[in-house]
């Protein structure tokens, strides 16, 4: 181009893009601003979330501060640490974001846990423990968090550092690493069940509940789901219980009438296919509508390899939504993947209680930012597309009819 300038219509779409997300970044702002004392620690928190939404190849303090234009990283620090703000607060509305931008009647609650793999013993709640995310036993963190998956987004809504009881045994320890006072053991069940009242009582549109093995062999989780009318499936062990008729029977034991080979969602190479068998067991007096049910998934390739998930919704829920919740439990490890990788999930340099949860919940609310980008892009390609369809669809037609009244006045002319 003369004078080396770009045409404008390459211009126009970047700029349109950088003045939405300032924009959209404008409006948390606002939405969160009532949770900051001071309108220092505030600003120094919306240049925290710009940096986990930047280029920087690692989203730590010193980096962020770089990308802040602050010369130490000693503000992003104190953000973490000393400043006066509800990181709760910013949670609620982090939900209340995402019930306006990304929820779907359909929504799928998501719950799981993920290993932050540590250096030394000072890290609140390290200990040698198994890690998902390197899938061993690791010196590591480990966070319970959950998810919410709908047909166009996922996002993780929710957090709670497991602190295990190595820790809550210990006060002097715990005093170190800031933990509240009072703080006692609790399972990774328990939480994910705190996890999942909030969710409801926020009122976000959650269909389903799931999870692993961690969350489905937790009788109490699942009765008191069941108590909340809150349909779940939720994977269980091979030697998991459960009563057919006046018999009781570990899931392994179950006979099995006919495998169906269906998929579960699609995946990166296509539909995940597997066989899968849906066996009815004994219900629960409380609520006669309901039922319980075990479905198993079989690999198509390992025929021996087996998976169990306990399933209790009312009486005419059919396979194929079943199917659709067990398949949406992977959309989770998504959601870790992109937080980690694209706002810095596991990228922090906190010790201690307070700093582990103002991180994350940053990072989360970040990533639904993301999110809610995407979306929105997406939707806007989609317009565009129909768009374009209805514009040549008119012009075909326009061209068809020319054609009809051409050949109309050549024969007539004859």
């Not at 009532?34 to 930047?54: D, E, I, T």
């Not at 495998?259 to 629960?284: E, M, Q």
Request: glycine share 10%; aromatic share 10%.
């Amino acid at each position: 181009m003369e004078n080396g300038q770009e045409p404008a219509g390459c211009v126009e779409p970047e700029v349109e893009e950088a003045s939405a997300w300032a924009n959209g970044l404008e409006q948390m702002g606002g939405r969160i601003r009532r949770h900051f004392a001071r309108g220092g620690p505030f600003r120094r928190a919306m240049a925290y979330l710009k940096g986990l939404l930047g280029v920087a190849e690692r989203k730590n303090g010193w980096q962020l501060a770089e990308a802040a234009g602050n010369k130490t990283p000693y503000g992003m620090q104190n953000l973490l640490h000393r400043s006066v703000w509800d990181a709760d607060g910013v949670r609620d509305d982090l939900q209340s974001y995402v019930k306006e931008h990304l929820a779907e009647p359909e929504g799928v609650a998501v719950l799981d846990e993920t290993g932050f793999v540590k250096k030394g013993d000072k890290s609140v709640g390290v200990q040698r423990q198994y890690s998902g995310t390197a899938g061993r036993i690791e010196n590591c963190q480990v966070g319970v968090f959950l998810g919410y998956a709908t047909s166009k987004a996922r996002v993780l809504i929710d957090r709670a550092l497991y602190l295990p009881e190595s820790w809550t045994k210990d006060p002097e320890r715990c005093g170190e690493a800031e933990v509240p006072e009072g703080t006692t053991f609790k399972a990774k069940s328990q939480l994910g069940r705190e996890l999942l009242e909030r969710a409801f009582e926020h009122g976000l549109p959650i269909s389903w509940v799931t999870g692993d093995e961690v969350y489905g062999r937790d009788g109490k989780l699942r009765r008191w789901l069941e108590q909340q009318e809150r349909p779940f499936v939720l994977a269980v062990a091979s030697n998991h219980y459960v009563w057919l008729g006046f018999e009781q029977l570990t899931v392994s034991q179950l006979p099995i009438p006919a495998w169906r080979r269906l998929s579960a969602g699609a995946g990166s190479k296509g539909p995940r296919l597997y066989d899968w068998a849906l066996i009815p067991v004994n219900g629960f007096a409380d609520n006669p509508d309901w039922r319980r049910w075990i479905l198993i998934r079989r690999n198509v390739e390992r025929p021996d390899e087996l998976a169990y998930y306990a399933v209790s919704a009312p009486a005419q829920t059919t396979l194929a939504e079943m199917l659709r919740v067990a398949g949406t439990r992977w959309t989770i490890e998504e959601c870790f993947e992109m937080a980690k990788n694209e706002v810095g999930l596991d990228q922090y340099e906190v010790r201690q209680w307070t700093g582990w949860y103002r991180h994350i919940t940053l990072s989360m609310m970040a990533l639904a930012f993301l999110v809610t980008v995407q979306k929105q892009k997406a939707e806007k390609r989609g317009r565009l597309r129909q768009s374009l369809s209805r514009k040549t669809g008119s012009l075909q037609a326009f061209r068809q009819q020319r054609q009809q009244q051409e050949s109309r006045q050549r024969i007539s002319s004859r």
